[in-house]
């Protein structure tokens, strides 16, 4: 008999440890959390969302996107992706899963080498690596000053604009290194296009 009223017993605190685990840890911290993220980091917890001079959402500052089609002369353009068929697709974040060996992502290197230094004027040897590479999530929203730079005649003049207004565009979006040594200078391609939009 005592051996069932200790089962009972144990059981009893079992159920109860249960469910006041789960009012703790599944509904009390989650919503605590919560809580937080969205008083103190509203943007971040709710995707970094970007949006245009009219208040529409065209993008997260998170995840890189294309620029592409008949007016793309008209953009600076993002670092190639390897995510979904298309790019930029993030239910599809990843790389190429080439190495630097293999005869494919050579080729398509060099094969957007030359359309790059084409499309921008430069030399070939003079095309940094971000822009004919893809990053390892595929969905990299930035891409390094260089490659920005040398974007910039390009893009001034599909626009009718002066390189050096332009330019200062460039400067005014590259981003330090985190607390001056973590990483490398960045710009993110969104938000530098958006400035470039709203410049007249």
């Excluded at 006041?20 to 971040?44: E, I, M, N, R």
């Excluded at 953009?75 to 979904?84: D, E, K, T, Y």
């Excluded at 005014?172 to 710009?187: A, I």
């Amino acid at each position: 008999m005592a051996s069932v009223r200790s089962t009972f017993r144990s059981t009893g605190v079992a159920i109860r440890l249960t469910l006041l685990s789960t009012v703790v840890l599944g509904v009390a911290y989650p919503l605590a959390v919560w809580g937080v993220g969205q008083a103190a980091f509203h943007d971040q917890a709710n995707g970094s969302m970007v949006t245009d001079s009219s208040g529409k959402v065209v993008g997260s500052s998170l995840i890189g996107q294309s620029f592409d089609g008949k007016d793309a002369d008209r953009w600076f353009q993002s670092r190639p992706s390897a995510a979904g068929e298309k790019g930029y697709d993030a239910n599809a974040s990843s790389g190429s899963n080439l190495g630097p060996s293999n005869p494919d992502l050579t080729k398509a290197v060099e094969e957007r080498r030359a359309a790059l230094a084409k499309a921008d004027g430069v030399s070939a040897a003079d095309v940094p690596a971000d822009a004919v590479t893809a990053s390892g999530s595929g969905l990299d929203p930035d891409i390094s000053p260089e490659y920005a730079l040398q974007q910039v005649s390009r893009v001034a003049s599909a626009r009718g604009l002066s390189a050096d207004a332009v330019r200062k565009l460039v400067d005014d979006h590259t981003e330090s290194r985190q607390l001056g040594f973590l990483g490398e200078p960045v710009v993110n391609v969104l938000e530098l296009n958006l400035a470039l939009a709203a410049t007249r």
